[in-house]
């Protein structure tokens, strides 16, 4: 799909913005949780299948969507692919009904996979909340936008919140930031790995089934946005011809 596409399966377009993330005070079981947390972070936000500039044809399929890569003081790297609908996959069906799909400040976002924790932690569900709410909900593409030029305006926060596996409340643990668009970046060239990182190790069905599709994804698309440009030039027969020919 993606090869066809000349673009990610999902996500296609995103909004770049970076920030920081810092821990939180909490209990000693979740010190460690807090802690691999802390440091920048890279944000890309955009809806499910369509431009982020266009009022989606399928709205129901075009969520609003968070990636986001925590990254340590020496380098190590955390990727959560983040969806709005729902904590977990049985959830997402029903959640696409009453989500705020051009609004990216009154949902929360949550990668749809249990987490192994550093340091013998208790193994989680994430999920990462809005601290901060623009005073209007956005309506339309253009609406969403404009809430993020006010989020990186006014520094908003959203705060990282984990949940044990046999408990029912959401624990906060670390906050972050949104301070600077980055319009430079080649999103094409910038691919996310929502696997192990900074001692979290994801695990389950779902990340299975991921380790196995999101390489050949990674792999079919293009790697810049040069060559993005060039595939969608050619007709759906050419780009699959490219991709057999690897």
Known sequence: VSALRAARTFHPDGTII??????????????????????????????????????????????????????????????????????????????????????????????????????????????????????????????????LKEAVAKNYVFQITVRPLDEDKYVPVAEFSFDKFEPDMDQEALAFHPFEGRGFVPYGVFTAVRRIVYPLSVAARPSSTFERTRRRQLTWGQRFALYLNG
């Open 18 to 147: 970076t920030g920081r993330a810092w821990p939180l005070q909490v209990e000693p079981r979740f010190a460690a949780i807090a802690q691999n947390l802390s440091g920048t972070v890279l944000l890309r936000l955009g809806p499910g299948i369509d431009s982020r500039f266009t009022r989606q044809g399928l709205p129901l399929v075009n969520p609003p969507n968070i990636a986001a890569r925590f990254t340590s003081p020496d380098g190590k790297n955390l990727d959560l692919l983040c969806l709005s609908p729902g904590t977990r996959i049985r959830e997402v069906i029903p959640a696409l009904f009453t989500i705020k799909r051009y609004d990216y400040f009154r949902n929360s976002y949550s990668p749809l996979v249990r987490y192994r924790t550093p340091d013998g932690g208790p193994s989680v569900w994430f999920r990462l909340e809005p601290k901060n709410v623009p005073a209007f909900s956005a309506m339309a593409p253009a609406g969403r936008e404009d809430a």
